[in-house]
């Protein structure tokens, strides 16, 4: 790992999460009930839960509601969700106001355009592989897996391993690194 990023990682506490194209495909299909679908990976869910595991705290950030979303943060143990925000930076700015944390301590993952103005504020910023390219143009890093399909969960052990916490998540498994 880059000591530029090794060095960004140190620092972060937070890890804020964009949802559909992040934490899903980015498919949403519905039904003709107007029930909604989303396709959710259970490694990535995996990898947030070693993360919130080791110390670091997992924020939902999205642009839609979408009572799924509420289901999945329960299921994965998030308790910060937040829906329905139009302006991201604006609205961590005041999350991160009311419980004293510094946007250098501050790991986002965005792949579209609202999500842009945010990931240039953060200590660490990422993208998905499939993530559009303006974001790509402003990350610290793009994953080499696409949104829904692995990309949160190498971040979350990028940030395990740059924080040199993987050792002690390996380790809670029995296996040899």
């Known amino acids: 790992m880059d000591e530029s990023i ?3 990682i140190a620092k972060i506490t937070t890890l804020v999460l964009d949802v559909d194209g992040v934490l899903t495909d ?4 519905v039904a003709d009930n107007g029930m909604e679908t989303k396709n959710f ?10 993360l919130g595991r080791s110390g670091v705290e997992i924020m939902l950030l999205t642009g839609r509601y979408s009572e799924l979303v509420s289901f999945r943060a329960r299921d994965l143990e998030i308790k910060e969700v ?3 925000i139009f302006n991201k930076l604006e609205t961590f700015i005041e999350i991160a106001a009311r419980k004293n944390i510094s946007l250098t301590e501050v ?3 965005g ?3 609202i999500d842009v103005p945010l990931l240039r504020r953060v200590g660490f910023s990422a993208a998905p592989n499939d993530a559009i390219d303006e974001v790509k143009a402003v990350v610290d890093y793009v994953a080499s897996k696409n949104g829904g399909n692995g990309a949160v ?3 979350c052990e990028m940030i395990l391993k740059g924080k040199n916490l993987w050792g002690e998540v390996i380790a809670r498994y ?3 690194e």
């Open 6 to 8: 090794r060095s960004k």
């Open 26 to 29: 980015g498919k949403i299909i």
């Open 41 to 50: 990976c259970v490694r990535d869910g995996h990898g947030l839960r070693l």
């Open 82 to 84: 937040h829906q329905k």
């Open 107 to 109: 790991a986002f993952i």
């Open 111 to 113: 792949d579209d355009v």
């Open 153 to 155: 969960r190498e971040i």
């Open 174 to 176: 029995d296996l040899k």
